[in-house]
């Protein structure tokens, strides 16, 4: 996967625009202005500034999927590859976390951005090992958003420069994630290929669990 250099460029000065002057403050326009940027393209390729939040996650994916090295135990690989998608979110923290407080008001970026999310826990399970196909890989993908979730609003309240606060609580959510199997090896209902065992269907039924899904 390789970001394109123009949704780089759109993103960045989009996320400097909302650090500035709030989400709702300026246009696709505006942020093409800023970036030195056709403007005439940049309305061909965003409609609106849902589509740049969608880059955003784009370029968070891009990131993390860079280098899909299978070292590590599936934890590790997991742990590492949501923490290479945060190093994304964190270099444009205030740009992003005005996004964030935009987003009640948005409902359609709401639900867009939840989809996309979900599509990319699936890339993001694939790339540790986990196979996330069929609906027991849409059960284990729904387990990744929660974690993904859970996280991203520890994130959104650490203002520690080495994200301590955050790392701590991905590493609660992946410890949790392992007793209820989502990447431990089972002798009964294994998958073929990474011999992970099925999820039970009441997994995400646990009310410890949070249900909300974040970009």
């Not at 625009?17 to 300026?26: D, I, M, R, V």
């Not at 880059?55 to 280098?67: E, I, P, S, V």
């Not at 309240?157 to 392992?178: C, E, F, I, N, V």
Request: glycine share 6%; with cysteine.
């Amino acid at each position: 996967m390789t970001t394109d250099p123009f949704e780089t460029a759109l993103v960045t000065a989009a996320l400097s625009l909302a650090a500035e002057k709030g989400w709702g403050q300026f246009s696709v326009q505006d942020a093409a202005r800023a970036a030195d940027l056709s403007e005439t393209e940049a309305r061909r390729r965003f409609s609106c500034k849902t589509g740049i939040a969608l880059a955003l996650g784009r370029m968070a994916d891009d990131a993390a999927l860079a280098d899909e090295a299978g070292y590590g135990s599936t934890r590790e690989r997991l742990f590492d590859l949501l923490m290479r998608r945060l190093d994304v979110f964190q270099a444009h923290r205030p740009g992003v976390r005005a996004l964030l407080k935009a987003m009640p008001f948005d409902p359609p970026m709401v639900l867009a951005l939840g989809a996309a999310t979900l599509q990319s826990m699936r890339q993001i399970a694939q790339a540790a090992g986990i196979n996330a196909s069929g609906l027991t890989g849409m059960a284990r993908a729904s387990a990744l958003t929660a974690i993904w979730t859970a996280t991203f609003h520890t994130w959104e309240k650490d203002d520690s420069p080495d994200m301590g606060r955050t790392m701590a609580a991905l590493d609660q959510a992946l410890d949790k994630a392992g007793r209820w199997g989502l990447f431990t090896s089972s002798n009964t209902a294994q998958d073929e290929d990474t011999g992970l065992p099925d999820l039970p269907d009441d997994t995400l039924a646990d009310t410890n669990w949070p249900s909300s899904t974040t970009a």
